[in-house]
């Protein structure tokens, strides 16, 4: 068995949507809000829908037919204090 985790948040609308929101509330830009939350990854950016199918696809190939007992973590490594 092989879990894939998106961990944090994927890179969706209803993701902008919720920052939006989010911003209006606080009275802070909403593009600031999805900068902060790149910014708590290691790689910058939150990860894309695609990226995490990507994974889930060579998963149930024949080229992963050596992985058992893992779990991907789909987070473009997101940092959590």
Do not use: W, Y
């Not at 985790?5 to 809000?33: N, Y």
């Not at 910014?39 to 995490?52: A, R, S």
Request: proline share 4%; aromatic share 2%.
């Amino acid at each position: 068995m092989v879990c894939v985790r998106s961990a944090g948040m994927v890179e969706t609308p209803s993701i902008q949507q919720v920052f939006g929101g989010v911003a209006r509330t606080v009275r802070t830009p909403k593009d600031a809000l999805l900068e902060a939350a790149r910014e708590k990854t290691l790689l910058k950016c939150m990860p894309k829908v695609v990226e995490t199918a990507e994974i889930v696809a060579f998963v149930a190939s024949d080229h992963a037919s050596a992985l058992t007992g893992a779990i991907i973590n789909s987070s473009s490594g997101e940092i959590s204090d």
